[in-house]
C-alpha cells in the first residue's frame, strides 16, 4: 500500500502541469492516510470576473466510483488540446470560469472505496436532514463500518469542506453557474439529476430546470438521459449539493441562480453486458472492458459542451418572463411532483 501508484493522482498532476499558467491551481486540501498525504486539487481556468457564468465540475466524490474522476481527465485533456488551436474556445474562457475537483475523495479513489478514511459517506455528511421514507442508504450514524455513514455530526470532514469552499469562492459567486458532480452505479439509465435530494418538494428553481430540460430535449432529441429531480428514486440525509444550494437560495443577497446537477452513470449497463462484473473489486462501478471504458470516457461530452452553452446564451431558460416561469413551472410539476 505504501508505494502503491495512485494512477488517477498522477493523471491529474500531469494535467496541471500541462495546462501551467492557463490554469489557477490550488491545494484545498491535505488527506492523511498512512505514511502518505493526498492533496486534493482545485483548477480555475477563464475569467475571474464576478460578473461571468461558471461552470463546475466535481468528481470521485465516492472514491469506489472512480470513472467521474476519469471522465473529467479526460475532458481536461481536451481542453489542453483545444486551447492550442480553437480561438473560440479561448474566446469563450474569456467571459466565463470553468472550474474543476476531479478528485475529491483521494483516499478513497486509491482505496477503491466508497468512504473517506474515516469511513464517512461525503455525499450524506452535509448538515442537512432528508425527509420521509429515510432507510439506512439514506444516510446513518450507527457506525462508520457500516457503508453511508453520516459521520458523527460535529463538523464535516475535510473533504467535504474542502468542496464546500471552492464551491462557495468560484461558483456560486457567480450571477449564473452549474455544477456537475459525477458518480456511477444506479441503475441502467445516465441520469441526470437536479435538487432536491433531501425532501420529495419542487425545488425553488424547478422552472429553469426544466426550461434547461426542454432546450436539452429540443436540441438533442436523441439523448440518452432521464432527467429528474433526485428524490424521484429515493431521499437521502446529508446531501452536499442540497446544503450549498439552499445555503445560497437562502442567503439574504441571492443573487442569480445556481443549479447543481448530479451525473449518476448507469453502471448497471455494463454489468448487464459482462456478468463477471459482479465478481471484481470495481465491477459494479466501473467499466473493465477497455473499449467500454472508452466510450465512457466521451459518451458524456455532448451534455458537458451543451451545459458550457447554456451558461454562455442563457436567454431561453434562465432569464424566462412571468409567462414563460409559470407555464415551466406547471409542466414541471405535471412531469415530476403528480
Ligand atoms: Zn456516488
Redesign the pocket.
Known amino acids: 500500500m505504501l508505494n502503491q501508484a495512485f494512477t488517477e493522482l498522477e493523471q491529474l498532476e500531469t494535467v496541471i502541469q500541462q495546462l501551467g499558467d492557463r490554469a489557477r491551481v490550488e491545494t484545498v486540501g491535505l488527506i492523511p492516510f498512512k505514511a502518505r498525504e493526498f492533496p486534493i486539487y482545485s483548477i480555475v481556468m477563464g475569467s475571474m470576473r464576478s460578473d461571468v457564468p461558471v461552470l463546475a465540475f466535481f468528481g470521485g ?2 472514491g ?2 472512480k470513472i ?1 474522476s476519469e471522465v473529467i481527465l479526460s475532458y481536461l485533456q481536451t481542453i489542453i488540446q483545444l486551447l492550442d488551436w480553437d480561438e473560440e474556445f479561448a474566446q469563450r474562457l474569456e467571459r466565463s470560469r470553468l472550474v474543476f475537483m476531479p478528485i475529491v475523495n483521494p483516499v478513497g479513489v486509491f482505496r477503491g472505496t ?1 468512504c473517506n478514511a474515516n469511513g464517512v459517506d461525503l ?1 450524506r455528511n452535509a448538515p442537512i436532514e432528508g425527509s420521509g421514507n429515510t432507510k439506512l442508504y439514506s444516510g446513518h450514524r450507527l457506525s462508520p463500518r457500516l457503508p453511508w455513514y453520516r459521520g458523527d455530526g460535529s463538523q464535516m470532514e475535510a473533504e467535504a469542506q474542502a468542496l464546500c469552499q471552492v464551491v462557495q469562492r468560484h461558483v456560486t459567486n457567480a450571477p449564473l453557474s452549474i455544477a456537475l458532480d459525477l ?4 441503475g441502467i439509465h445516465d441520469r441526470l439529476w437536479f435538487p432536491y435530494a433531501s425532501r420529495k418538494q419542487p425545488f425553488p428553481d424547478i422552472a429553469e430546470a426544466h426550461a434547461l430540460k426542454s432546450l436539452f430535449d429540443r436540441c438533442y432529441p436523441n439523448h440518452f438521459y432521464k432527467i429528474e429531480p433526485m428524490s424521484q428514486e429515493y431521499v437521502i440525509n446529508g446531501d452536499l449539493w442540497d446544503y450549498l444550494y439552499d445555503s445560497f437560495s437562502q442567503s439574504d443577497n441571492r443573487q442569480g441562480l445556481f443549479l447543481p446537477l448530479t451525473l ?1 452513470m448507469g453502471s448497471w449497463l455494463w454489468l448487464r453486458k459482462s456478468p463477471l462484473h459482479l465478481f471484481q473489486r470495481h465491477g459494479l ?1 466501473h467499466p473493465l472492458l477497455p473499449h467500454r471504458q472508452q466510450r465512457i470516457l466521451r459518451r458524456h461530452f455532448t451534455l458537458f459542451d451543451f451545459l458550457y452553452r447554456s451558461l454562455l446564451y442563457p436567454a431561453k431558460w434562465s432569464r424566462l418572463d412571468s409567462g414563460q416561469l409559470n407555464m415551466n413551472r406547471q409542466q414541471a410539476l405535471a412531469l415530476w411532483y403528480a
Do not use: D, P, T
Open positions: 466524490v465516492h469506489l466510483e467521474g466508497r455525499m458518480h456511477s452505479g444506479f449518476e462501478f
